[in-house]
């Protein structure tokens, strides 16, 4: 099981609030920094899945949508699927 973790951060600005998510992998108790990613209009569970599926750290599994369109998986429940482990700093 693949373990990662993330900083989560808010730039406020005068119309809109800026999210941003650093992703770090970690092997051996090292983290080692892998991708950033920014947006507007989200909250952190799906920014953090955003920036995973992006650079394609997880299996297409872990992307997999409900019948109603919703995430099936959020960053607290990887683990508990057996996916991944998210660690938030």
Known sequence: MKTFAYQYEKLWRRDHTMHIVRI???KKNVPIFIA???DVFVDEGQLVMQALQKHKLLPKR???RNENGS???YPH???EAG???IIKL
């Open 83 to 85: 996916i991944a482990q």
């Open 24 to 26: 770090y992998r970690v």
């Open 77 to 79: 429940s990887l683990k």
């Open 71 to 73: 995430a099936k998986y």
């Open 62 to 64: 872990a992307f997999a």
């Open 36 to 38: 950033q990613e920014v």
